[in-house]
């Protein structure tokens, strides 16, 4: 976590407000945005990439807690919900009493809600950071979630609340009947919230939830509360995360007790760990693959919630700073123009590590076959190819690949951590 | 089964190819239900029943039309309303015309309600939705639509069989309802309440009471509750973990007399209930499995069983789902043009494999059809459940259950 | 009134198999400074092993050999997982054990599949102890209680009266000291991070048939276990278990009679409605005790930690 320093000590000093370095990866993003449904045109992709936008917003601002501040919560699904299940009321007061509320604004209400929920709950759960706070949240977290399908008249139970978005008032005359139209919306919302993340992550207060995640104590003799600098990150993460609601409200037009529950708000976790808590854009790194690993990769095996818990536990156990500390690791070889020496230990090491993985992955797959399928179904297709799964050549050939591509990574990993090694020194001796 | 694995980028271009290349020979079939996550096995089972049905009833008949196959198509939705949204859409743009899904009415309003809004916004490729287990009244009431069409009875319908046979059953003077705290909980609670105060005004309803639904970890003070309210039957509606742990725990204390059940079989139910459940547990189901209907319904069964030794069909209607759909498409004399489909289908008179004649009611696309009360038990079973040597054996059978219920559907068509 | 003594008897059962989860737990607790997301999961493993071997060797056996196994599961979890962890800090530490708790469900899902499995009381202890006003209690129940009680006696005696359980305390508050004294503390970590979740797997190993062994069996009970420590005081054995008998008895009592909100409203002086089917506050009104039972504990855990966020009986402010 302590590369997060790093990073902001670019900008650090007089810098102007908006420079040019700074501006650019994000009309650089922008663009890919406005670009990416002429590549992809059908409307599922659409609908993906949308789930991928509320996803990123969801756990930029998860990670305004973790990342930035160091507080780890349970129950964070919750202030996206509210911001969502608001959001459907309201769609649905527009639908009935015609309120004057143009669709695009919607979410702005989602956070407000979020913010207010935040308010309540950050009042008491933020007195303390760590273990006290992660349960708290943990409680408040299982007893909205309770609540849910109780009460009735606002979480409407176990089928949820349901509006139509194309009741608003037409907005330039779009009416957002198309998947198009909420795409661009999610877009936009999605870069503006990203942009306000950042930029908090830029003020004192920002800065100061740093400085509390790492050591309270001396933030607290610079004449800072702890505890104010945790609620006010909090209630803005609250802010956030009814926003993502909002969106999903825009998208889906349905919440439901599914919105709120602890499944919901583990995955957050998952993906913003996955992503990379250090880093400011990680969380849209890991909402990116989690998404496509939730949407395609269970749409091509049955166990791919086993691989995820494997890649999980991985990446908590070797890379943790993420997949984004893994790309910033190589920011100084890059830095100092060494990066080439790594490209022919990487491939030595790396794709027999992906084979024998892919071995793994095999392995598995038979087995899960050989126990699962039905009588006499023993043709299977693996990576493009069909075979017998009660025959023993495909699982000799899976194990072998296994063994033999660990074998090669294993020999090549010396050669590629010397490798590293000279990559991260400067010319003319040690840093 | 087959499931290539393929990441990432490859498989998101595939889908968006997919498109383009639909509509070429099978009709395709989307079942959206839980592959996944606690509810899977339900969810997996009710996929080898549609591939077994389709294969049997439809492929091997040479298809419908001039000669298109059924091909089932699963997606894995997690029982998550919001899964089950993004896998709708991603089966419609591979051009799917026919949704089926049966697992969670919270995941069946979500999905007609999302169909209607679909079929709305883009009239050029509408979507049926064919619903095989989703038993709340309401997707046959207030919340009808012309797209949605169920094939098992509804929570109301499957009450009033059950009050039926108990008008029958003297001995039983108190009656305990207990269910899971939801929508579908509730209805079934409000449904024996009102039905036994017609039928039999003389029951006593010694307790009504609703639990957390997948919360409780130990069902015993429900049980206690139970047994001391002196109560001669039981009704519940609750499936699952739910289910079990409530049989379990209510026969563990004391309880002899009858619990009504619209859920307790199958997916490891049966056989782990075994023995402590003969002669307690009962089942209100549509089609026939012990004996067996008829020499065609048992040859079917036990070709089942030989493909898939861990599977069961416990879920007959399936087979109503895919015939008629395919008799349907047939008299359309089209599969893309689902408003034909689906006027077929409205009013349509079909044979059930496991009973007798199943009739689609126009009015809100509710299938009646017969009702069987059955008996959790080892002896005269042919078909057992869970390879347990314990089955369901019918005891009671209304017949046409329903066909004059009232609906309050109004059905607006295209 | 007989049925209060059915209902206290009950409770306690619950309470003492909630016991032994926590007590794991919280000694974990108090040696690393970390909540072990993944103890439920042990827990599940114990009844799974257990019902794997009871199909060959009988339930005694499993009683035996699942806890063992687990236990050995468990250290090797500490050695090669957590140890490597715990250099990034606490947070990922947490995480991680986030992480295997999804990672067993799935291993568990792999091997013996989604469904239910048939894992029942064994023959010898199927029958009905004792009867209380019709009131059934099965002697399996009666040798839940005999099994924790004896359990947690034996924990205490070894805890405190034994020199390595004086090891073992002395190691949880100063590890330095204990270490420059000769003795191997990592080995001691271990050897507690096994037989904490060796317990664990022993209340698998016996609520299983009870509680039914399903893939989900750990969530159920998974969050309720935290809840348990939390209240009782993160570290504190006696906190674990006075806590774990609290939330025993409360929600079997609050199953066991219908107390209304209804009445409980109307009691404070406020009017009902008369038409509520419309009313905003019309769920709040019909709330009845057995729906919101297991809700409880959580509601009485968050009202502790803003309140005294140390817990019932614990010492160091968490």
Redesign the interface.
């Known amino acids: 976590m302590t590369s997060q320093t790093q990073n902001l000590s670019r900008s650090r000093g007089r810098a102007p407000l908006v420079t040019l370095s700074g501006a650019l990866p994000w009309l650089i993003c922008t663009l890919f945005l406005l670009l990416m449904p002429l590549i992809f045109t059908s409307n599922s992709a659409l609908t993906i990439m949308n789930q991928m936008a509320i996803t990123i917003v969801f756990a930029l601002a998860y990670n305004m807690l ?1 990342g930035q501040g ?1 507080m ?1 919560s349970f129950g964070h699904a919750v202030y996206m919900g509210m911001g969502g299940f608001m959001c459907v009321h309201l769609m649905n007061y527009v639908e009935d009493m015609s309120l004057p509320i143009p669709l695009p604004v919607l979410p702005i209400f989602g956070g407000l809600f979020g913010m207010g929920v935040a308010l309540i709950v950050g009042s ?1 759960s933020t ?2 950071a ?3 706070f ?3 949240s ?3 977290g ?2 909205i979630a ?2 849910s399908v ?4 606002f979480f409407g139970g176990e089928e949820g609340v349901s509006g139509d978005r194309t009741y608003g008032l037409p907005v330039f005359g779009i009416e957002f009947l198309h998947q198009i139209e909420v795409y661009y919306l999610t877009a936009f919302w999605l870069v503006l919230s990203a942009l306000l993340m950042f930029l908090f992550s830029r003020t004192p207060i920002g800065r100061m939830a740093n400085a509390v995640r790492d050591n309270p104590e001396r933030a607290e003799f610079l004449g800072y509360s702890a505890r104010w600098v945790r609620f006010y990150s909090f209630v803005a993460s609250g802010f956030f995360a009814g926003i993502a609601g909002g969106l999903f409200a825009v998208n889906y037009e349905i919440l439901t007790e599914e919105n709120l529950n ?1 499944a919901t708000s ?1 995955s957050i ?2 993906v913003t ?1 996955l992503g990379g808590v250090g880093f400011f854009f990680g969380p849209i790194i890991g909402a990116i693959l989690f998404t496509l690993l939730q949407t395609v990769l269970s749409l091509q095996t049955e ?1 791919w ?2 691989y ?3 890649l ?2 991985a990446t ?2 070797f890379f ?1 700073g993420g997949l984004a500390g893994v790309i910033m690791m190589h920011a100084l070889p890059m830095r100092l123009g060494k990066a080439g020496l790594l490209i022919k230990p990487y491939f030595k090491t790396l794709v027999p590590a992906v084979i024998s993985m892919a071995g793994v992955a095999a392995v ?1 797959e038979i087995l ?1 076959h050989i ?2 399928a039905a009588l006499g179904e023993n043709e299977m297709t693996l990576f493009w190819v069909s075979f017998d799964s009660h025959s023993p050549l495909p699982l000799i050939l899976a194990v072998v690949a296994m063994v033999a591509g660990f074998w090669l990574a294993r020999r090549g990993a010396p050669e590629m951590a010397e490798a590293w090694h000279k990559a991260n020194t400067p010319d003319g001796g040690a840093v | 089964m087959r499931k290539p694995i393929k990441l990432g980028l490859g498989a998101v271009l595939a889908l968006t190819i997919g498109a383009g290349s639909a509509m070429a020979e099978n009709i395709k079939i989307a079942f959206i239900d839980p592959l996944s996550g ?1 509810f ?2 339900t969810g ?1 089972n009710g996929l080898k029943q549609y591939q077994f049905a389709a294969d049997e009833l439809v492929n091997k008949k040479g298809g419908v039309l001039d000669g298109q196959m059924f091909e089932i198509v699963p997606f894995d939705n997690k029982v998550s309303p919001k899964e089950s949204l993004i896998q709708l859409q991603v089966a419609i743009d591979q051009g799917i015309r026919y949704v089926v899904q049966g697992n969670s009415s919270g995941v069946a309003h979500a999905l007609t309600e999302a169909i209607e809004k679909h079929n709305k916004r883009n009239p050029d490729d509408r979507v049926l939705y064919l619903n095989y287990a989703a038993v709340d009244p309401a997707l046959t009431n207030d919340d009808c639509t012309f797209w949605h069409f169920r094939f098992d009875a509804n929570a109301d319908i499957k009450m009033d069989a059950l009050t039926d046979v108990i008008k029958e059953t003297p001995e039983i003077k108190k009656v305990y309802i207990i269910g899971q ?1 939801y929508s579908f909980g509730k209805a079934v609670a409000a449904a024996a309440v009102r039905m036994l105060a017609e039928k039999r005004p003389d029951i006593e309803i010694v307790g009504n ?4 639904i ?5 069902f ?3 049980a ?2 139970i ?2 309210s002196g109560a001669d039957a039981v009704i519940t509606g609750n499936w699952g ?1 739910d289910m ?2 409530l049989g ?1 725990s209510v026969v ?3 309880f002899t007399g009858p619990i009504y059940t619209y859920y307790a079989a199958g ?3 049966t ?2 209930f ?1 023995e402590s459940g003969k002669g307690v547990i009962r089942l209100i189901s549509q089609g026939q499995i012990n004996p067996p209907e008829s020499d065609a319904a048992a040859a079917y069964i036990e070709a089942f069983e030989a493909k898939y030794p861990d599977g069961n069909i416990d879920q007959p209607r399936i087979t109503n789902a895919i015939g008629m759909l395919a008799e349907a498409i047939k008299e359309a004399g089209s599969a893309t043009d689902v408003v034909s489909v689906a006027k077929a289908l409205e009013g349509m008179e079909y044979d059930d494999l496991f009973s007798g004649k199943v009739y689609m009611r126009p009015q809100d696309h509710q299938l009646i059809q017969d009702m069987f009360i059955g008996a959790h038990t080892d002896e005269g079973v042919t078909f057992d459940y ?1 390879n ?1 040597g314990y089955g369901i054996v019918v005891e009671h059978k209304v017949e046409m259950a329903g066909m004059d219920s009232p609906t309050t559907c109004k059905m607006k068509r295209p | 009134m007989d ?1 209060i003594l ?2 206290l008897i ?1 409770g306690l ?2 309470g003492l198999l909630l016991f032994m989860l926590s007590a794991g737990l919280t000694l974990i607790f108090s040696m690393m400074g970390v ?1 072990n997301f993944a103890h439920a999961s042990f827990y599940m493993l114990g009844a799974y092993f257990a019902y794997q071997i009871s199909m060959f060797l009988g339930f005694w056996m499993g009683l035996l050999i699942a806890p063992i196994v687990v236990g050995v599961l468990g250290a090797l979890v500490e050695r090669y ?1 957590l140890r ?2 715990h250099q ?1 800090g ?3 530490e ?3 054990t ?3 708790a ?2 067993i ?3 568990v ?2 091997i013996w ?6 894992y ?1 009381i064994p023959e010898v202890l199927n029958f ?1 102890a004792l ?1 209380i ?4 209690i ?1 002697a399996y129940k009666v040798f839940m209680i005999f099994t924790s009680v004896a359990i947690f006696i034996a924990l205490l005696y070894v805890l405190t009266r034994t020199r390595v359980g004086m090891i073992i305390q002395a190691a949880l508050s100063y590890p330095r000291t204990v270490e420059a004294l000769g003795h191997n503390v990592p080995l001691v970590f271990m050897g507690v991070f096994g037989v904490g979740t060796a317990l664990a797997g022993v209340a698998g190993v016996i609520a299983g048939p ?3 062994t ?3 069996m750990a ?3 998974g ?2 276990v ?2 348990t420590i ?1 209240i009782g005081g ?1 570290g504190s054995l006696w906190g674990a278990l006075v806590a774990s008998l609290l939330i025993g008895w409360i ?3 609050a ?2 009679y ?1 107390i209304r909100m209804e009445d409980i409203l109307t009691g404070i002086g406020f009017e009902k409605p008369v038409d509520l089917s419309e009313h ?5 009104w019909t ?2 005790s ?6 409880l504990p ?2 009485l ?2 009202l502790i ?2 309140f005294r ?1 140390y817990g019932l009986f614990g010492k160091r402010d ?1």
């Open positions: 973790l160091g780890l008491f007195r303390k760590g273990t006290v992660a349960m708290i943990l409680g408040v299982e007893l309770a609540c109780i009460v009735v008249a602890l583990g976790l998952l760990f166990i919630q086993l995820l818990g494997v999980f536990v908590v156990m943790p598995l899960y126990r699962h | 606690p899977a096995s997996s705290d009471e609703l639990h957390p997948g919360k409780v970890k130990d015993t003070p429900y206690r509750k047994v001391s973990s079990l742990n379990k563990e204390n004391g997916s490891g139910i056989a782990a075994g869970d347990s | 049925l059915v209902n009950d059962v619950t909540l997982g490597r962890v990034y606490h947070v990922p947490l995480i991680f986030f992480g295997l999804l990672l469900e799935e291993i899902q792999f599949g989604k469904d239910q499995m048939p029942s009905t009867s006003a019709g009131n059934a099965p009870v509680l039914s399903f893939p989900g969530l159920v009970l969050s309720i935290f809840v939390v993160l929600t079997t009592f199953k066991a219908n905003m506050l019309r769920d709040l709330i009845t057995p729906q919101i039972a297991d809700i959580y509601l855990m968050v930690l803003v966020p968490a």
